[in-house]
């Protein structure tokens, strides 16, 4: 089942719980004793659960106490009639998705913490990240001074960028080898930086296209679609969860050979 607090509509969760169970509507009217019409036409839009009936759903769908608190709350705004109590429930809603809805907490592995200051060195440069990522693979580490040849840089940028990542403690260097790296940097979305970070990597991804070297499984698709802020906000959480779910792909490799980069923009 995906991640409920995607979700700004109770009749959502309510299809995508029924869905990701397996079970039905009638099954779930029956169980909180709901007319199997009047729940039909609830989920047609033509009627509203009471605070009751949708407590008692969440229950039959077996919710956490934390998902039937949001969900509850989506009933109650999808029935208030009053502007300012809409808006102030939707601010309520927004807090929980925040909390629920953080990439960096659904990412596996523990997430390197950086300082305000390293974070400032760390994401104002996309090669350092580049260099931080081919340092994970064996044949990089032995020998360092091939990602010189790489990325294109002079033996001096390499060494200078390699310090640098030494001295946020990303790296251990040791001769002419890399004897230990620290593999999980996250910027959260909200932060200052944040943007500048995109701007960056996209700036890159300019470059990448503009020389027309395409790699085995190189990927690049942009499409226009129109749809409701609702539709967007899910997408965005399946956008997320495609991530999530590369990211337990990567975990999951057995063998490490190259550095590749994903970004992704719903604007």
């Avoid at 079970?23 to 047609?44: E, K, L, N």
């Avoid at 407590?55 to 106490?65: G, P, S, T």
């Avoid at 996309?126 to 840089?153: D, E």
């Avoid at 997320?240 to 063998?255: G, L, P, T």
Wanted: hydrophobic share 35%; net charge neutral.
């Amino acid at each position: 089942m995906n991640n409920i607090y995607g979700y700004q509509c109770y009749r959502d969760v309510i299809r995508a719980v029924v869905k990701g169970q397996g079970t039905s509507y009638r099954a779930i009217a029956s169980a909180t004793q709901i007319h199997t019409s009047y729940f039909s036409r609830v989920m047609a839009e033509g009627a509203e659960f009471s605070a009751d009936q949708l407590f008692k759903i969440c229950k039959a769908l077996q919710l956490q106490e934390a998902e039937t608190t949001y969900v509850l709350l989506l009933g109650d705004m999808s029935r208030s009639s009053h502007h300012d109590h809409k808006v102030f429930l939707k601010q309520k809603l927004e807090a929980i998705q925040e909390k629920h809805l953080r990439l960096a907490d659904q990412l596996q592995g523990d997430i390197t913490s950086l300082e305000a200051e390293q974070i400032e060195m760390y994401f104002h440069d996309v090669r350092l990240a580049k260099i931080h990522m081919l340092l994970t693979i064996p044949r990089f580490r032995m020998h360092p001074q091939q990602i010189s040849k790489r990325l294109g840089l002079s033996e001096s940028e390499l060494t200078r960028l390699l310090e640098r990542l030494q001295k946020l403690g990303l790296v251990r260097l040791q001769k002419n080898a890399v004897t230990h790296v620290e593999q999980n940097v996250h910027l959260d979305e909200h932060h200052p930086l944040s943007l500048i970070n995109h701007k960056n990597w996209r700036i890159d991804c300019l470059h990448h296209l503009n020389t027309g070297e395409r790699e085995p499984h190189d990927y690049h698709f942009s499409a226009t679609f129109s749809c409701d802020a609702d539709t967007k906000g899910r997408i965005k959480e399946i956008l997320k969860d495609a991530i999530i779910q590369a990211q337990r792909q990567v975990s999951e490799c057995a063998r490490v050979e190259n550095a590749y980069v994903l970004t992704l923009d719903l604007y």
